[in-house]
């Protein structure tokens, strides 16, 4: 008896600290809850937009009267909701600034919930507006802006902007307004564009994230509403089973969504980056902004948008070289610095308080400042704000990447060998693996309908194990190997099919010896293969997104994949290593492997099998392109 509570204890004490947790939670929510009530005010509003529809407001203002207040303002496509009389039970991007004193505004963005128009997602910016009528998220953001300075009564004639995801995107949209009130802006999990964020990776489906987000936020909205939208069931807790019973993409429509969902059938109708994609590329119009800070914000795991914070803070830093720009990228799942403590991922462990540090240290001193003190003067924050994996700690950069960091190569060798050195004359010239579309590796070990968050930091051993995976790893590492920047990765490739998918998985491989984290102290951590990076490449757009092409059977081929950028430490006595295959399921959907001009008509007949080959020789190396710190 006295054995078994003795096992039970360390279980007993991981139980206890996890209510308390929740309990400290629910405290701050209800003292956050308390607090507004007694100290804020709300008011609805219908605010006319310039061509005459009006976008449903809430503002939220402090009771006291005797000063003035800056305004931060959120407008999402997900609801401004409680409406009427009910309150939110949380203000503003943290606690933190609620009890600062901030006006804060909601907007229902146009067509969604409450507010009049239509919808369009991901609103393509107009760069030459015809007419005094015609409008974009950026007119919309600039009448809101205009209107709230001009008929409130207590502020201070600042305004700020945040948003995470959509919301995010609006944010960036929100920086072409240029009115003069917009003194700061926060895109957070931004969406650049929806053929590299959320629903694509280089072209390639992200099937259970635009299928689920799809299925209930794409149906119509006729009238304004205070409702959302039912979730889809599934009818099982399988995604792998579901979407392998679903067959080929055109089967989602005849079994599922009928035709009701009109950005799906958008995305069916357009599988290449046509017109269509490119108007919805926020990226090209971040350009001749005048005045606001910006402070784009990120997590290196986040699943969803990791594509949108980096890129639009390169491109902001191209385009606009005398603003504030600031980027922030943190351990977190997507907009984990506001809904987790940052503390893990899974199994990974990244250390306490990352969250309520970016919080109060770095966001909330950003609005402060641009809103409050002095607008005129840069923050006294570093232009990069960067988390280092594997080290854990906080990092500081003039600029993002760091102009220190060194390009080398690591080249993938035969025996599935990883290192700096180039490959030698006399080895095998080629890994090979067979594909199939009807036994597709799986992306999670996890029984789950959805793309988990945890699966970027999952063990990789169930993956390493399959002879449809190739696995390249590097000696045992005698020091510390910073990656810090841009991977690239440099396949060379054949296949017997027409055409097929490329996916390039990073790894740190903890040693045997690897002690358990803190917060799972009976985790056995030995021997684990913790994902940094991945990435997929749909192999028809290896020469143009625009205009696809098959793979001309056994021919050796380049197929480039860009991982993102990382920063991250493999530890001494760690390895580094790769994995390449070809399916990912049901995380990104399945290539046919027989062209096809489109893969969302494709029938179950174009599925085959196909031998993929890697090359790793010195007339046809493979290769990632790094950048080491």
């Given at each position: 008896?006295?054995?078994?509570?003795d096992?039970?204890?360390?279980?007993?004490?991981?139980?206890?600290?996890?209510?308390?947790?929740?309990?400290?939670?629910?405290?701050?929510?209800?003292?956050d809850?308390?607090?507004?009530?007694?100290?804020?005010?709300?008011a609805?509003y219908?605010?006319?937009?310039?061509?005459?529809?009006?976008?449903?407001?809430?503002?939220?203002?402090?009771?006291?009267?005797?000063?003035?207040?800056p305004?931060?303002m959120?407008?999402?496509?997900?609801?401004?909701?409680?409406?009427?009389?009910?309150?939110?039970?949380?203000?503003?991007?943290?606690?933190?600034?609620?009890?600062?004193g901030?006006?804060?505004?909601?907007?229902?963005?146009?067509?969604?919930?409450?507010?009049?128009?239509?919808?369009?997602?991901?609103?393509?910016?107009?760069?030459?507006k015809?007419?005094?009528?015609?409008e974009?998220?950026?007119?919309?953001?600039?009448?809101?802006?205009?209107?709230?300075?001009?008929?409130?009564?207590?502020d201070?004639?600042?305004?700020g902007?945040?948003?995470?995801s959509?919301?995010?995107?609006?944010?960036a949209?929100?920086?072409?307004?240029?009115?003069?009130?917009?003194?700061a802006?926060?895109?957070?999990?931004?969406?650049?564009d929806?053929?590299?964020d959320?629903?694509?990776?280089?072209?390639?489906?992200?099937?259970?994230?635009?299928?689920?987000?799809?299925?209930?936020?794409?149906?119509?909205?006729?009238?304004?509403?205070?409702?959302?939208n039912?979730?889809?069931?599934?009818?099982?807790?399988?995604?792998?089973?579901?979407?392998?019973?679903?067959?080929?993409?055109?089967?989602?429509?005849?079994?599922?969504?009928?035709?009701?969902?009109?950005?799906?059938n958008?995305?069916?109708?357009?599988?290449?980056?046509?017109?269509?994609w490119?108007?919805r590329?926020?990226?090209?119009?971040l350009?001749?902004?005048?005045?606001?800070?910006?402070?784009?914000?990120?997590?290196?795991?986040?699943?969803?948008?990791?594509?949108?914070?980096?890129?639009?803070?390169?491109?902001?830093?191209?385009?606009?070289p005398?603003?504030?720009?600031?980027?922030?990228?943190?351990p977190?799942?997507?907009?984990?610095?506001?809904?987790?403590?940052?503390?893990?991922?899974?199994?990974?462990?990244?250390?306490?308080?990352?969250?309520?540090?970016?919080?109060?240290?770095?966001e909330?001193?950003?609005?402060?400042?641009?809103?409050?003190?002095?607008?005129?003067?840069?923050?006294?924050?570093?232009?990069?704000?960067?988390?280092?994996?594997?080290?854990?700690?906080?990092r500081?950069?003039?600029?993002?990447?760091?102009?220190?960091?060194?390009?080398?190569a690591?080249?993938?060798?035969?025996?599935?060998?990883?290192?700096?050195?180039?490959?030698?004359?006399?080895?095998?010239?080629?890994s090979?693996?067979?594909?199939?579309?009807?036994?597709?590796?799986p992306?999670?070990?996890?029984?789950?309908?959805?793309?988990?968050?945890?699966?970027?930091?999952?063990?990789?051993?169930?993956?390493?194990?399959?002879?449809?995976?190739?696995?390249?790893?590097t000696?045992?590492?005698?020091?510390?190997?910073?990656?810090?920047?841009?991977?690239?990765?440099?396949?060379?490739?054949?296949?017997?099919g027409?055409?097929?998918?490329?996916?390039?998985?990073?790894?740190?491989?903890?040693?045997?010896?690897?002690q358990?984290?803190?917060?799972?102290?009976?985790?056995a951590?030995?021997?684990y293969?913790?994902?940094?990076?991945?990435e997929?490449?749909?192999g028809?757009?290896?020469?143009?997104f625009?205009?696809?092409?098959?793979?001309?059977?056994?021919?050796?081929?380049?197929?480039?994949?860009?991982?993102?950028?990382?920063?991250?430490?493999?530890?001494?006595?760690?390895?580094?290593?790769?994995?390449i295959?070809?399916?990912?399921?049901?995380?990104?959907?399945?290539?046919p492997?027989?062209?096809?001009?489109?893969?969302?008509?494709?029938?179950?007949?174009?599925?085959?099998?196909?031998?993929?080959?890697?090359?790793?020789?010195?007339?046809?190396?493979?290769?990632?392109?790094?950048?080491v710190l």
């Open positions: 008896m006295t054995k078994t509570k096992l039970l204890r360390p279980f007993a004490l991981l139980l206890a600290l996890c209510l308390c947790a929740l309990q400290s939670m629910a405290q701050r929510v209800n003292e809850s308390l607090y507004i009530r007694q100290h804020y005010e709300k609805e219908q605010i006319p937009m310039r061509d005459g529809k009006k976008l449903f407001t809430v503002v939220y203002a402090p009771k006291d009267k005797s000063k003035k207040y305004i931060l959120n407008r999402t496509p997900y609801s401004v909701g409680p409406y009427g009389e009910s309150y939110k039970t949380s203000l503003g991007p943290s606690p933190n600034l609620l009890r600062e901030y006006i804060f505004v909601y907007q229902d963005v146009r067509g969604t919930y409450m507010s009049e128009g239509a919808f369009v997602n991901m609103t393509p910016h107009l760069t030459k015809k007419g005094k009528k015609d974009d998220e950026s007119t919309d953001t600039y009448d809101t802006v205009d209107w709230l300075v001009k008929k409130l009564d207590s201070n004639g600042r305004v902007q945040w948003g995470i959509y919301p995010g995107f609006y944010a949209a929100g920086l072409m307004s240029n009115h003069p009130a917009l003194k802006v926060s895109p957070q999990a931004p969406i650049a929806w053929f590299w959320d629903f694509h990776h280089n072209g390639a489906l992200f099937l259970p994230h635009a299928f689920n987000f799809l299925a209930s936020f794409g149906l119509p909205r006729p009238e304004p509403t205070t409702q959302r039912p979730r889809f069931d599934h009818g099982t807790p399988d995604g792998y089973e579901f979407f392998m019973r679903m067959g080929p993409l055109k089967n989602a429509n005849e079994k599922y969504l009928k035709g009701n969902v009109a950005f799906w958008d995305i069916v109708a357009h599988p290449n980056y046509d017109d269509f490119q108007a590329n926020i990226l090209p119009h350009k001749n902004i005048k005045g606001p800070a910006v402070m784009t914000v990120g997590g290196w795991y986040d699943a969803e948008d990791l594509y949108g914070p980096l890129k639009i803070y390169q491109t902001i830093e191209k385009n606009n005398k603003l504030t720009n600031m980027l922030v990228m943190g977190w799942v997507h907009g984990g610095w506001a809904r987790t403590d940052g503390s893990n991922i899974g199994n990974v462990y990244f250390g306490q308080g990352n969250s309520d540090w970016y919080l109060k240290e770095v909330a001193k950003f609005f402060n400042h641009y809103l409050k003190n002095n607008a005129r003067q840069p923050v006294k924050l570093p232009e990069a704000i960067m988390f280092e994996g594997g080290n854990n700690t906080w500081e950069f003039e600029v993002w990447p760091p102009k220190q960091a060194q390009e080398r690591l080249y993938l060798h035969a025996n599935g060998k990883l290192s700096f050195e180039t490959p030698a004359a006399g080895e095998t010239e080629a090979e693996f067979i594909s199939d579309p009807a036994k597709p590796v992306f999670t070990e996890a029984t789950t309908v959805g793309m988990t968050r945890e699966y970027m930091t999952d063990d990789q051993r169930f993956a390493s194990r399959r002879p449809d995976v190739l696995t390249f790893q000696d045992v590492l005698t020091e510390d190997l910073t990656l810090a920047g841009e991977i690239l990765a440099q396949l060379k490739v054949a296949t017997t027409s055409d097929a998918d490329w996916v390039v998985k990073l790894i740190d491989v903890y040693p045997d010896t690897a358990a984290n803190p917060h799972q102290p009976k985790k951590m030995g021997g293969q913790a994902m940094v990076r991945s997929v490449f749909r028809r757009f290896r020469n143009s625009e205009k696809p092409e098959p793979f001309t059977p056994n021919q050796v081929t380049a197929v480039n994949v860009e991982l993102q950028d990382v920063l991250y430490t493999f530890k001494k006595g760690h390895r580094v290593m790769v994995q295959q070809s399916t990912w399921f049901p995380l990104i959907d399945r290539n492997q027989k062209y096809v001009d489109n893969i969302f008509e494709a029938n179950e007949e174009d599925f085959i099998k196909a031998t993929h080959k890697v090359y790793h020789s010195p007339q046809q190396p493979t290769s990632l392109k790094v950048k």
